[in-house]
């Protein structure tokens, strides 16, 4: 049974940067698929990155080239850099995984905890 617990959130004000961490046990992060996803008050959960096994990345479009999912095998642990933030950036952060390669869609088994991003 693979955990995650995500850390790093906070509040920041627009044009910011954060770092957010999921921290993995249960399972190496080098065997396993993983995302980021964002839920805000009164919308749907949508993806904002993915991570394949092979190091292979997607972003969805709102956060291309401000966003920079990552990952450390030694330490077991996925990121998400942020930059430049906006206000519409606000919102629950999860992190998700799986054996299984899902992209962007919304179909992992593991789930973290989530952390709140707040920009003002």
């Known amino acids: 049974h693979v955990q995650l617990v995500e850390s790093g959130g906070g509040s920041v004000q627009t044009g910011g940067s954060l770092r957010l961490s999921c921290a993995a046990s249960?399972?190496?992060?080098?065997?396993?698929?993983m995302a980021w996803f964002r839920q805000a008050p009164g919308k749907e959960r949508e993806a904002v990155a993915y991570l394949a096994i092979n190091g292979g990345t997607d972003y969805t479009h709102a956060v291309a080239g401000r966003f920079t999912i990552s990952k450390d095998t030694a330490k077991d642990t996925l990121y998400l850099q942020m930059d430049s933030l906006k206000p519409e950036d606000s919102a629950m952060y999860y992190c998700?995984?799986?054996?299984?390669?899902?992209?962007?869609?919304?179909?992992?088994?593991?789930w973290g905890q989530g952390t709140q991003v707040t920009v003002s």
């Open positions: 249960g399972s190496a992060v080098s065997n396993l698929y």
């Open positions: 998700a995984a799986d054996h299984y390669g899902f992209g962007l869609a919304n179909s992992y088994r593991y």
